[in-house]
């Protein structure tokens, strides 16, 4: 009996998914917990299985493509079972738009791109009658961190788009040696404005982890409300004793946010108001400090969740940092794995920023804001000095922390992050 194949909830704020490959193709024979398709997520990439056995009969969302949960798209059966009314159940396709045309059309010809030394070299890449390359989301982000020219690629996908796996092929090719001057780079087509006056633009559709950024904030800043909280801090003690840390064992590779870490789990603990998250009816409070540290991917922000900070050690924090970091950048997060913080670190102290605000993801009860650590003159003991300084604002839902509250959290926070000896006491 033919069986339907529809879109999984497979992270638990995922709302729709891309398909981003399939691997089997019509008519393939398909067993029961066998890979069917890699699926893009609100934020990693994973893997469909087969919840039945037979032939994939059809495919209804292809690649690049995206559906909401539940959506049919695709069909396993018999190989001559008539399947013709669960396809009906299918949703319509939308008409057909110039970038992907429903019926066959002319293709341009490859236009000749002139290099510096006279010859002339073929573009190859699928190009939609509005001037632009047709790649998927994915696809055109793996091409860019590999610093791949799109235009030099063909495309296997539906109407030649490029996909996930054209990138992972043109990547294991060797690259041909350069000759002569480089191949003049080509300026991004755009589509002309409406108006004379208005600038021209272009559209590329949003990735999922960027659609769901934006709902998220929606949610955030709007119905919580905020209030902003700004301490400056003498980071002198903590650079000592990461240095010392480092010089002793080089292995261990500690970082200042490692120590901002486990600092903030060891406030939380102090302050459980501010370890807590508004539930409508209730307000609960966690018995243990489990820190969302934000990290910057291709696509927007993760945030990977340090599970009871306040009981891991330095080392331990910075190993388990990294090894997150790594996988959020790669797309390879479990749900649990970057869910179900109860505090979170955003820290922008790396790209030179002094000061920020930063929105709160709920439901947590709020984030801390780092800026940079720099060399600044202040006055110690009626004498002008100069110390490493850092900003750090706290964003707090007021619905669950109070301004006192909220206060007397940094200043433990401040407190502890100046006299870091505080951490073995």
Known sequence: MASKVIMPKLSPTMEEGQISRWLKKEGDKVSMGEPLAEIDTDKAT?????????????????????APLGQLIA?????????????????????????????????????????GNGRQLQEVAPISSSGRVIVSPLAARMAAEAGLDLKSLQGSGPGGRIVKKDIEQALTQPKPAATG???????ARFQPAAVASASAY??????????????????????????????????DRAAEMRKGINALDPDLKISINDIIIKVTAAALVQHPAVNASFQDK?????????????????????????????????????AEVRELAERARARKLKPEEYTGATFSISNLGMFGIDEFTAVINPPEGGILAIGAMTARPV??????????????????DHRVIDGATGAKFLQTFKKILENPLYLVV
């Open 46 to 66: 994973m893997e469909m299985q087969a919840l039945s056995e037979g032939v994939l009969r059809k495919i209804l969302v292809h690649e690049g493509e995206s």
């Open 181 to 187: 001057f480089p191949r003049a780079v080509e300026p």
């Open 282 to 318: 209730f307000i609960r409070y966690y018995e243990h400090a489990d820190v969302g540290v934000a990290v910057a991917i291709e696509d927007g922000l993760i945030t990977p969740v340090i599970r009871s900070a306040d009981q891991k050690s330095l080392s331990e924090i910075a």
């Open 379 to 396: 006055v110690r003991d009626n004498e002008v000095v100069v110390r490493q300084m850092m900003r750090v604002t706290m964003s707090c």
């Open 75 to 115: 069909v396993i059966g018999t190989p001559d079972e008539d399947i013709a009314s669960l396809l009906s159940e299918a949703p319509a396709k939308p008409a057909a738009t110039p970038q992907q045309p429903a019926a066959p059309v002319e293709e341009p010809a490859p236009r000749p791109v002139a290099e």
């Open 202 to 235: 272009r559209d590329e559709p949003a990735t999922e982890i960027r659609r769901t950024i934006a709902r998220r904030l929606v949610t955030s800043l709007g119905p919580v409300p905020h209030f902003f909280l700004t301490s400056e801090i003498e980071m």
